[in-house]
């Protein structure tokens, strides 16, 4: 009987060291620090906190770093070793990363619009215009000294979709007195816009996030395949970049595709502001957000 309840006891200890060692993975216990750059949208709506919560309270023991950057700077920095995990909107940009191997095939996790703002008396006269043509009009009429627009120039992913509509309008507006080149993030750029009552263009999002400030600015332009904006997430290639913490961003960037990340992003923003800020991807079962990054990826 002895030799019984050894036994027994024996199994309960190697259960119960297994269970510990299960939680301590799952903690976080071989890897203390996430590091995550991230497009200044995510952050700056909030969005990217409430996963960086929901993250923490699966993996209590993680501690998350969150570098808030334009996409391209946080792809550049990803490249250098500065990131474990990066959440882009710059499909163009990220190409580039893919092929040469910096970045581990990603996943689309979320998407929203990015929308044309402008001044209640619409100078350039863009309402409800295809966003191809609208850039031509603002192009015209800040040529014409009826109107401003203000960039963001940092290289973002709202900057890159920017400048890709000014080429599709076929017009070039670098170097012109009335582009203004705020060199910021998006909120910073929004109230400079709403200062001088200019046009720009803005991801939903954080333009919803905003609006009660911007009370010289309307959405004009919302409508438009050219203006889908899809967000993905990558985990740096620890082979081509040294000192990556492979497991943690792994692990994270299921928690963001999983049913729990997914709603997190599905519903945050309904409580506050009465309409999501961002929609889920969930897996994209159509491709259709697949088919956006691609054609993106390709005009860029």
């Not at 996943?107 to 031509?136: C, E, Q, R, T």
């Not at 009552?197 to 400030?213: E, N, P, Q």
């Amino acid at each position: 009987m002895r030799m019984v309840w050894l036994a027994i006891a024996l199994m309960l200890t190697v259960a119960f060291s297994s269970l510990l060692l299960i939680y301590h993975y799952q903690a976080g216990y071989y890897g203390g620090t996430l590091r995550v750059t991230t497009t200044t949208s995510l952050y700056n709506t909030g969005l990217l906190e409430k996963l960086a919560e929901g993250f923490r309270q699966k993996y209590p023991r993680v501690s998350i770093q969150l570098i808030a950057v334009g996409s391209g700077e946080a792809l550049r920095r990803a490249a250098q070793g500065d990131a474990d995990v990066v959440l882009s909107h710059a499909p163009n940009l990220e190409k580039k990363y893919l092929s040469d191997g910096t970045l581990k095939p990603g996943k689309i996790f979320a998407y929203n619009y990015f929308i044309i703002l402008g001044p209640h008396d619409d100078p350039a006269g863009i309402s409800g215009m295809d966003p191809v043509n609208a850039m031509a009009a603002i192009y015209k009429a800040c040529e014409s000294g009826r109107a401003l627009f203000v960039s963001r120039a940092d290289n973002s992913g709202t900057n890159a979709r920017e400048l890709i509509l000014w080429s599709l309008a076929g017009v070039d507006p670098s170097g012109r007195p009335w582009y203004v080149e705020a060199g910021a993030d998006m909120a910073q750029t929004l109230m400079v816009a709403n200062e001088k009552k200019a046009y720009t263009l803005s991801d939903v999002g954080t333009y919803l996030k905003f609006r009660k400030r911007l009370d010289a600015l309307e959405p004009l332009v919302e409508k438009g395949e050219v203006l889908i904006n899809v967000y993905s997430i990558y985990t740096v290639n620890p082979e081509k970049v040294p000192g990556v913490n492979e497991k943690l961003a792994d692990a994270f960037t299921e928690f963001v595709l999983s049913e729990d990340g997914q709603k997190i992003i599905e519903s945050y923003g309904v409580e506050e502001l009465g309409e999501p800020l961002f929609r889920a991807a969930n897996g994209d079962p159509a491709g259709e957000l697949k088919s956006a990054w691609e054609a993106m990826a390709r005009i860029g």
